[in-house]
């Protein structure tokens, strides 16, 4: 029976039950019944009986197979999340700098994100997966332009924006990716429209995006890189504020340094469980 595909199995165990409930209900009937008029009536009470309890039996089968069916979606999507979480892995062993950056301007993304008013649990996925892959595309960057310790000169910068590129044409290839690719495409975009690729300006530019530019600038800035040192905090929260409307939208400007103790804190947990 479990080899049957869910519809012939529905549909053969309904004929199965229906066919042993009609015969031996008029079994019954014959033997228990002799009065034409009780037995019309009988018979009446005996289809309703069969409607009610097929009606029962449908329900627990289907009921069954779409448990079994999201069950096995589930196991579907969470082997996608490994394979993403697989292919940050890879770019870390490449780019060893930024190991914990992309764990934390995920976690603190999906804070402001939760802050900004956004909670349905499907849009916070897809925020979620766009940042974990936010830098995908620098997989087809060389190394000498991508860990290259001094400034990149403009032909060195000009490759380098080209990951944008590179990473929403990988995102977007895959169907249940696609949603995700805002971010990759479009978190190098500024507020005043001079970012890149494509030089969006202000809310043109997807939210996922904006949300994400805000942060990641804030995490490149509080931690040390290979041309820089950590910029202490307050410097860091003031940056923020000096870009607003310039780089970043100035509503989540705002949102974020207004909040920021409770981001901050947010962030510190959600790292310990994940260390858990």
């Given at each position: 029976m479990r080899m049957l595909r869910p519809q012939w199995r529905i549909?053969?165990?309904y004929l199965v039950a229906g066919s042993l409930w009609i015969f031996f209900s008029d079994l019954l009937v014959a033997q228990l019944v002799r009065d034409p008029v009780w037995i019309l009536?009988?018979?009446?009470?005996?289809?309703?009986?069969?409607i009610l309890i097929t009606a029962a039996l449908l329900f627990v089968l289907i009921r069954r197979d779409l448990n079994r069916?999201?069950?096995?979606?589930?196991?579907?999507?969470?082997?996608?999340?490994?394979?993403?979480r697989g292919w940050v892995r890879v770019m870390d062993?490449?780019?060893k700098e930024t190991r914990d950056h992309t764990r934390r301007v995920t976690l603190m993304t999906l804070a402001l994100a939760r802050r900004a008013g956004i909670d349905d649990a499907g849009q916070l996925k897809q925020i979620e997966r766009g940042?974990?892959?936010?830098?995908?595309?620098?997989?087809?960057?060389?190394?000498?332009?991508?860990i290259k310790p001094g400034k990149l000169d403009a032909q060195e910068w000009q490759q380098m924006q080209q990951h944008v590129t590179i990473g929403h044409r990988l995102v977007s290839d895959?169907?249940?990716?696609?949603?995700?690719?805002?971010?990759?495409?479009?978190h190098?975009?500024?507020?005043?429209?001079?970012?890149?690729?494509?030089?969006?300006?202000g809310e043109a530019i997807p939210l996922a995006a904006r949300l994400f530019a805000l942060v990641d600038v804030w995490d490149a800035l509080s931690h040390p890189r290979v041309y820089k040192a950590a910029w202490p905090e307050p410097e860091v929260l003031s940056y923020l504020a000096e870009h607003s409307g310039r780089h970043f939208d100035p509503q989540l400007v705002k949102l974020f340094i207004n909040h920021y103790p409770d981001l901050k804190a947010e962030l510190a947990t959600a790292l310990a469980q994940q260390a858990d």
């Amino acid at each position: 029976m479990r080899m049957l595909r869910p519809q012939w199995r529905i549909v053969l165990l309904y004929l199965v039950a229906g066919s042993l409930w009609i015969f031996f209900s008029d079994l019954l009937v014959a033997q228990l019944v002799r009065d034409p008029v009780w037995i019309l009536r009988v018979q009446s009470i005996k289809g309703w009986l069969f409607i009610l309890i097929t009606a029962a039996l449908l329900f627990v089968l289907i009921r069954r197979d779409l448990n079994r069916m999201r069950a096995a979606n589930q196991a579907l999507v969470e082997s996608y999340d490994q394979t993403i979480r697989g292919w940050v892995r890879v770019m870390d062993l490449r780019h060893k700098e930024t190991r914990d950056h992309t764990r934390r301007v995920t976690l603190m993304t999906l804070a402001l994100a939760r802050r900004a008013g956004i909670d349905d649990a499907g849009q916070l996925k897809q925020i979620e997966r766009g940042a974990l892959l936010h830098d995908i595309g620098k997989i087809g960057i060389p190394d000498a332009i991508l860990i290259k310790p001094g400034k990149l000169d403009a032909q060195e910068w000009q490759q380098m924006q080209q990951h944008v590129t590179i990473g929403h044409r990988l995102v977007s290839d895959i169907a249940f990716l696609r949603p995700c690719a805002d971010i990759p495409h479009y978190h190098h975009e500024k507020w005043d429209g001079s970012g890149y690729p494509e030089g969006l300006q202000g809310e043109a530019i997807p939210l996922a995006a904006r949300l994400f530019a805000l942060v990641d600038v804030w995490d490149a800035l509080s931690h040390p890189r290979v041309y820089k040192a950590a910029w202490p905090e307050p410097e860091v929260l003031s940056y923020l504020a000096e870009h607003s409307g310039r780089h970043f939208d100035p509503q989540l400007v705002k949102l974020f340094i207004n909040h920021y103790p409770d981001l901050k804190a947010e962030l510190a947990t959600a790292l310990a469980q994940q260390a858990d």
